[in-house]
């Protein structure tokens, strides 16, 4: 099955970019499509996007469309997520989850915070 | 988007009691091409992911004990933890990814009475 391993946490200041990655491995990169939820501290689960590694089409919740890009790398299996203009109210755990009929064990997050 | 509604918010159940957790939906999250509902649970410990328990509502995941069990009704779905035992200490949460955006319950924090 398909295990998936997020790149280290970020410190960011308002106003500027992060970009998350989260490589897969241990099956065909392209058979799962990839999610994106976020968790702010003590918060629950909120679901920012997906998408299709095949054909990189991807989906993204209304509250982050015009903050967010989700791209995919099918040489290096990896997808990432790049959130721009962050805000303190950015500061959460990342974290990516694989989906092919079935949900697989999610990447271990990554820690964003935002800081001026 | 489809509202994930959990109850209770918390639970303090005794060792080797029943716990019992549900969660509502909004809308049908039944798909008719797989006939299941797209129900998930997860449970999360501090510091760590959140961990899949269900799929399908009721099909468990492997490795996960078969004191917990997930049952449906129409929109009603319930987590049931027959035995309570130390290590269940976590936060429970529901997530339906029948639609776009995906959504999850608020979460239910189970501890130990």
């Known amino acids: 099955q398909v295990q998936l391993v997020q790149s280290g946490a970020e410190v960011k200041k308002p106003g500027a970019s992060v970009r998350v990655s989260c490589k897969a491995s241990?099956?065909?990169?392209?058979?799962?499509?990839i999610h994106w939820v976020r968790q702010a501290p003590g918060e629950g689960l909120e679901w920012m996007a997906i998408?299709?590694?095949?054909?990189?089409?991807?989906t993204y919740a209304q509250k982050f469309r015009d903050r967010v890009i989700l791209t995919r790398d099918t040489s290096t299996s990896t997808v990432y997520l790049e959130l721009s203009s962050l805000r303190s109210e950015d500061t959460a755990v990342y974290y990516c989850?694989?989906?092919?009929?079935?949900?697989?064990?999610w990447g271990q997050g990554t820690l964003v915070t935002v800081s001026s | 988007d489809i509202v994930m509604t959990q109850s209770p918010d918390s639970l303090a159940v005794s060792l080797g009691e029943r716990a019992t957790i549900n969660c509502k939906s909004s809308?049908?999250?039944?798909?008719?091409?797989?006939?299941?509902?797209?129900l998930a649970w997860y449970q999360q410990k501090p510091g760590q992911p959140p961990k899949l328990l269900f799929y399908?509502?009721?099909t468990r995941e492997s490795g996960v004990p078969d004191r917990f069990s997930g049952s449906e009704s129409g929109t009603d779905f319930t987590l049931t933890i027959s035995s309570l035992q130390a290590e269940d200490v976590a936060v429970y949460y529901c997530?339906?990814?029948?639609?776009?955006?995906?959504?999850f319950g608020q979460g239910t924090k189970l501890e130990i009475k």
């Open positions: 989850a694989a989906y092919s009929s079935r949900w697989y064990p």
């Open positions: 241990g099956h065909t990169f392209t058979s799962y499509y």
């Open positions: 997530h339906q990814y029948s639609t776009l955006p995906h959504t």
């Open positions: 399908g509502a009721s």
């Open positions: 809308q049908s999250v039944f798909s008719t091409s797989n006939n299941k509902n797209f």
């Open positions: 998408i299709n590694p095949t054909g990189g089409s991807t």
